[in-house]
């Protein structure tokens, strides 16, 4: 009691459609092109303002880690020389300056 051609076909066919219906589902919107963007660069960044600059991926990290302690929210940004600045929505930046300099 094997089954039958047409069911093995069937099943072929729908595994087949399944793969690249998730192939074109689960690919990156679109690539990355250009150079990065760099803070440092942009005259407005929108609601961050930039409160620590020009430091090491892992001295951005433990910043962001005191300052989300705080319950104040982060994002980094990485410059074209490899170093990252630590950003802030400008409506926590005075509070998250008080809470570094102290």
Known sequence: MGADLPTLIILLVVLAVLAVVMKWTFRPGRPR?????DAADSP???????????????????????LGEAGIR?????????????LVFRDDADA???????
């Open 33 to 37: 092109s250009g150079r990065p963007v």
């Open 44 to 66: 407005d960044l929108g609601m961050l303002d930039v409160i620590v600059a020009n430091i090491s991926r892992d001295e951005a990290m433990h910043l962001r880690a005191k």
């Open 74 to 86: 982060t994002s980094m940004s990485r410059r074209r020389n490899g170093d990252m600045d630590v």
């Open 96 to 102: 998250a300056r008080a809470l570094l300099s102290s």
